[in-house]
């Protein structure tokens, strides 16, 4: 073997006196081995090394033609323009036009050449001037996740890198959304298309009031030596893509919108002009108990008609989130785009499948199916082009997580990924997930890419089946029914499942949980609207409802079993395949419930749940139980009207418990 290029090889045939080949050296010209040489810096300064050290990014593509809001103009014109655009997002609405703000981290040495530009990078105010007009606010614009984690370590304790590569932070005294703190501003456009009253998610603030929280907010933010803006979109159909600029105090929450939002090219973020839509996380701050419609320190108010989210007294990231899918749920309809609380996957042959269900359900660990490409395992759109994912990421609960049952969720918290609340190891930094010390709703934010069958971009065609898990602990819904239409709307409006909550004695009882349109929480407009869209869309586009139980069989939580995560894949499988349209159906009692008789490796007698019980009165009686659970809920959307006529409401109303 010759090292020619080292300054040695091996001689021919010569032998040393250990019987080895000898080994020749060769005078390079300079003398000196050069493996790793190098000149020396050109650097006279460490700040000038330092400097050396990064350099510019900038697009790598022209832009096409002269078509974006600021794509004939010079770099210094366009960055003029977007910091100008940040100013307007932040003005006071009292005082002046907006702060001067200025980009790049406070805490850097500015290089001479930047300083030059400031005077280009704000606008003076005009009106009678305040204190928060004379300073500067930075802003750290659309920073890479590098960049996030020495912001979040450098100055927002309890942040931490694990041993996996991902950042830990801490979301304060609120862990979870606070839905009673939720207000959405009612006012001439809200008051009719909205869904306000009993049962609604939707609490009513008056325009001032949000006005007041507005100002609260952004005299914070301008208060701030730096906030951080997040420029991204929502809804991976281009068509119908909607533009929102995250404004929030930590890094914390910029990392985590990078994440959950679609990440623009730096090409469309040169094109990015005026969002649609406008978030001010304000979550450190409180808002003013003294203020009108305020119950608490903590206040989430959106304005549909500024188009604008506030976010006071709590810094729990997926407030932003849910806020957003909210959005999604009024102006995505109002364009007869429905938007959808459900995972979404994609067979190799195009087939797609929606899945709906609450927490607890399988969803996530169903719509996860490695013969299957992944297109979003929460929030959906099913518009004129078929289906897409809303959001550019996933937030994915960890109490528990373990590397063999969730592996694709294990391996996706690397650099990057947002881990909320957990605990680890004060040396070695390993997660231990099984700790509830903070919380028990431990999660991690990663974007989709990190997910291996992630089908990108995230989009396909029209769904062929609509599938509805609830978990019954009642122990009486079949493991598999086929539903009509008029079925699906009544399931889909009802959103069952029963969890099983512990009481004092230590005897858990089975509780029913409804939640319309199987995400209660975010929905806008009166389920029946929902309901109406996406039995419109079935139709059109020929897909099937399927209702499957991952809970209880053969007696209820306590006396019957589990079914087998096995059985429910395989029925899953089935429904995918088109092999179950063609199996021969029964019905079943009180609910009318089209069940098969036998679906490939299920064991048949559990497909009959009466089959499974060995007591049929207590069966009965369950079921009867159940039956009368759905007829209550569903009391309160009886009185609503679909439509001119009634007809369509008695429909949804005949398809469900009988009895």
Known sequence: ??????????????????????????????????????????????????????????????????????????????????????????????RETGPK????????????????????????????????????????????????????IKYEHGSFITSSGALATLSGAKTGRSPRDKRVVRDETTEDDLWWGKGSPNIEMDEHTFLVNRERAVDYLNSLDKVFVNDQFLNWDPQHRIKVRIVSARAYHSLFMHNMCIRPTPEELEDFGT???TIYNAGRFPCNRYTHYMTSSTSIDLNLARREMVILGTQYAGEMKKGLFSVMHYLMPKRQILS?????????????????????????????????????????????????????????????????????????????????????DEHTREVDYSDKSVTENTRASYPIEYIPNAKMPC????????????????????????????????HFISGYTALVAGTEEGIKEPQATFSA????????????????????????????????????????????????????????DAI????????????????????????????????DPMNTWADKKAYKDTLLKLGGLFKKNFEGFVNYKIGKDNKLTEEILAAGPVF
């Not at 790049?104 to 050449?113: L, N, R």
């Not at 013969?371 to 996933?394: P, Q």
């Not at 065609?461 to 539903?483: R, T, W």
């Not at 019905?587 to 490796?601: A, C, H």
């Open 1 to 94: 073997m010759a090292g020619n290029g080292n300054g040695f090889s091996f001689s021919n045939g010569s032998v040393g006196s250990n019987g080895l080949a000898k080994i020749q050296t060769h005078k390079k010209q300079n003398g000196i081995c050069h493996d790793d040489s190098a000149p020396p810096v050109k650097a006279q300064t460490i700040d000038e090394l330092h400097s050396l050290q990064k350099k510019k990014s900038a697009p790598t593509t022209p832009i096409n033609g002269a078509q974006g809001a600021f794509a004939s103009i010079s770099e210094e014109d366009r960055q003029k323009q977007q910091l100008q655009s940040i100013s307007a997002s932040l003005a006071s609405l009292t």
């Open 340 to 424: 959808l609380h459900s995972g979404c996957n994609m067979g190799k042959d195009g087939d797609v499948a929606l899945f709906f269900g609450l927490s607890g359900t399988g969803k996530t660990t169903l719509s996860t199916d490695h013969n299957r490409l992944l297109i979003g395992d929460d929030e959906h759109c099913w518009s004129e082009n078929g289906v897409s994912n809303i959001e550019g990421g996933c937030y994915a609960k960890c109490i528990d997580l373990s590397r063999e049952k969730e592996p694709d969720i294990w391996n996706a918290i690397k650099f990057g990924t947002v881990l909320e609340n957990v605990v680890f």
């Open 275 to 277: 969002p649609d839509f």
């Open 101 to 152: 703000v200025v980009k790049g981290d406070p805490a850097k040495k500015s290089e001479p050449s930047k300083v030059a530009h400031v005077s280009h990078h704000h606008f003076t105010p005009t009106l009678n001037i305040s204190d928060s007009a004379l300073k500067f606010t930075h802003i750290l614009y659309n920073l890479s996740p590098a960049e996030l984690y020495e912001q979040a």
């Open 576 to 607: 995918h395949s088109g092999s179950l349209l063609n199996a021969n159906y029964t019905k079943t009692e009180v609910f009318g419930l089209d069940i098969p008789r036998e679906v490939e490796g299920v064991p048949s007698e559990i497909l």
């Open 459 to 490: 989009v396909g065609p029209h769904p062929k089946n609509v599938i509805l898990l609830a978990c019954d602990a009642f122990g009486v819904l079949p493991p598999v029914s086929k539903l009509s239409l008029a079925q699906t709307m009544y």
């Open 517 to 572: 349109c199987f995400g209660a929480a975010f929905i806008m407009l009166h389920p029946t609207k929902y309901a109406a869209m996406l039995a419109e869309k079935m139709q059109k586009h020929g897909a099937t409802g399927w209702l499957v139980n991952t809970g209880w069989s053969g007696g209820r939580y306590g006396s019957g079993k589990r079914i087998k995560l096995p059985f429910t894949r395989r029925i899953i």
